[in-house]
């Protein structure tokens, strides 16, 4: 999937990679994509929970070895 920005939120524990993609997505533009990759398993639910709260649409999330990854697009 293209993507805008990436975030790495490896090694971080809830509630950061959420914290750090409301940033990064605060200072995207409309329309753009932004990957998020996560080790925390908590961050599935708080990703699904955090799109429905903002409006902000996620696009995909999946896991591969451990790690979560995530395509959020911006309201």
């Keep these: 999937m293209n993507f ?3 975030l790495d939120a ?5 509630p950061l990679p959420i914290l750090r993609a409301k940033k990064a997505l605060a ?4 329309g753009q994509v932004l990957k998020i990759i996560s080790t925390d398993p908590g961050s599935v ?8 709260q903002t409006g902000n649409e996620l696009l995909s999330s999946g896991e591969n ?3 979560f990854e995530f395509f959020m697009k911006r309201k």
């Design 10 to 14: 490896r090694g971080l524990n809830c």
């Design 65 to 67: 070895n451990k790690e």
């Design 4 to 6: 805008d920005k990436e």
């Design 27 to 30: 200072e995207m533009q409309t």
């Design 45 to 52: 639910k708080d990703f699904v929970a955090f799109a429905k």
